[in-house]
């Protein structure tokens, strides 16, 4: 199937995103914008000036020298500033860091070998994969050496029988989708930065994406992977076997540890067989409530073959079209409803996902509504949806928020934050996955402002807490979000994290400032 991936190319002192058409393979990039400098991000260190660096070594010539020696080659160890600069900062211009070194690994031997002196040099760093991340958790926060798993793109092996592949951390998901796509299979994962995210990035934050509805968290898909702990040695959990209960599930700890416990430098993966049949309806609803009648209805009468179910709403894709120029399909509605069905006879789905759609219509739950059967339409449609964090960095700054509630609290956020904030941002929009329910709350400014933040947080977390939600459904805690912690979790839960994290990490060398609280 064609597609278009929205990607990122984050290695340059600018920052673009690109259309990528796929087909067995890559083509060359169709569309580019600039859309800020790197340096405007202002520093973290800076913009929370309470937080202070650890007892960390600083890195000395002696250190570069070291990992020269460890890493022979060109571009592998990098020292200069204009080259660092976008590794020091995130995507959206929430964090930036001031690291001085930056390593690039090719082999778990390299991992070990840099880790190893770090631990005994006291030298704290920051895993980096595609740094596709929110919530500024593979960026540095002072000086942490960044350790890149870009030259970790390896394709170990695939066993088409079993649908089991072997990789190592630093290959790109969508090479991998489309690597496994011309064996009949794919990847039980789908996200929007899949043209630049890493899959050990995704493990390291259990990233949930469009399809979790369908294949589940990666807890369940991923069978065997291979770590690097902070003292250099290789952990070998590789199992290829469906079945191994044989003693603890060791690497369950690594998948959301966001590189805190070692650093993730292989995988193995069950992957699905590729569905035949891709089919995808667009409706509009008038109430959030309907879009959770819609819901409902669809589980009954799609459940075999349901494997997305999206909703936006009107200002989340008056983006697209404003912002992007991405056209609708149907007329304007102040919800909208992303099916996607997946199976094995494609005239037998949009046939039965036509039936529904018109049932839906007569009911009243549904005013209007489309079915796409076409590669190209139904990748229109989901442009709507997967576009939509792209089209809102054209505002300028974007408060980035992705929470769990339960759907009859869902929206009822976006309402209340929406009232808080007023015209003090350009907008607020609410969009996510109601089929796991985990929703993405945004909201813009012409660039960051202070006193829109202090509106926002501590009032977001407090008001997830009230509804006994999550305060990250799937992009992890990283830099932003650690000190709300026990706004999801309990004190004891939050206490044998850190003990878990004080046997692998009694340095604590491991993406500092990330995930756990300060005492």
Not at 11 to 23: A, G, P
Not at 316 to 329: A, I
Not at 348 to 359: A, G, R, V
Not at 418 to 425: E, H, I, N, P, T
């Amino acid at each position: 199937m064609d597609k278009v991936i929205c990607s990122l190319l984050i290695r340059s002192n600018r920052m673009k995103w690109t259309e990528s058409i796929v087909k067995n393979g890559y083509k060359t990039c169709v569309k580019r914008f600039h859309i800020s400098s790197r340096r405007d991000t202002e520093l973290t260190s800076v913009r929370y000036p309470k937080l202070k660096r650890g007892n960390y070594s600083k890195v000395t010539d002696a250190d570069v020298a070291m990992f020269e020696r460890i890493l022979p080659g060109a571009e592998r160890v990098i020292t200069e500033p204009s080259e660092l600069e976008g590794y020091n900062t995130d995507w959206i211009k929430n964090c930036r860091g001031a690291s001085q070194l930056l390593l690039k690994p090719k082999t778990t031997d390299d991992m070990s070998a840099i880790l190893k002196v770090c631990n005994e040099r006291n030298l704290a760093v920051v895993p980096q994969g595609g740094n596709t991340g929110l919530v500024g958790g593979s960026v540095p926060v002072f000086d942490e050496v960044i350790i890149s798993t870009q030259q970790m793109n390896e394709i170990i092996s695939l066993d088409t029988l079993s649908g089991i592949l072997m990789c190592q951390a630093g290959c790109i998901l969508g090479n991998l989708d489309n690597y496994v796509s011309e064996h009949n299979l794919t990847m039980p994962i789908d996200l929007g930065a899949k043209g630049s995210c890493h899959i050990g990035g995704n493990l390291a934050t259990n990233a949930g994406g469009l399809r979790l509805l369908r294949y589940g968290s990666l807890h369940g898909s991923v069978l065997g992977l291979e770590a690097v702990l902070p003292d250099g040695e290789v952990l070998d959990c590789m199992s290829s076997l469906r079945k191994d209960n044989t003693g603890y599930d060791v690497k369950q700890l690594f998948i959301g540890s966001e590189g805190t416990l070692g650093i993730i430098t292989k995988a193995a993966i069950l992957c699905p067989q590729k569905p035949q049949a891709v089919n995808v309806a667009f409706l509009g609803v008038d109430s959030f409530s309907r879009v959770l009648e819609v819901f409902k209805e669809t589980k009954k009468n799609l459940a075999e073959i349901l494997s997305a179910f999206e909703f936006l709403d009107a200002e989340s894709l008056r983006v697209g079209t404003d912002n992007l120029k991405l056209t609708s399909p149907i007329s304007d509605h102040p919800f909208y409803v992303l099916i996607e069905t997946s199976g094995s006879n494609s005239a037998h789905d949009e046939e039965k996902l036509t039936k529904f759609l018109e049932s839906m219509m007569e009911s009243g739950k549904v005013l209007d509504g489309t079915v796409a059967a076409e590669n190209s339409k139904i990748q229109h449609i989901w442009n709507l949806r997967e576009r939509v964090a792209e089209g809102l960095m054209h505002d300028g700054y974007c408060y980035k928020y992705d929470v769990s509630l339960p759907l009859e609290n869902f929206y009822g956020l976006v309402s209340d934050m929406r009232d808080r904030l007023g015209d003090k941002v350009t907008r607020v929009v609410g969009y996510g996955h109601v089929g796991d329910g985990n929703l993405h709350l945004n909201a813009t400014t012409p660039e960051y402002n202070t006193e829109v933040m202090e509106l926002i947080e501590p009032f977001i977390y407090d008001w997830v807490a009230k509804y006994r939600g999550s305060i990250s459904a799937e992009h992890g805690l990283g830099f932003k979000k650690r000190q709300f912690i026990y706004h999801s979790k309990s004190r004891s839960a939050v206490t044998v994290m850190k003990n878990i994290k004080g046997i692998f990490d009694p340095k604590g060398i491991m993406n500092p400032y990330k995930t756990l609280p300060d005492d």
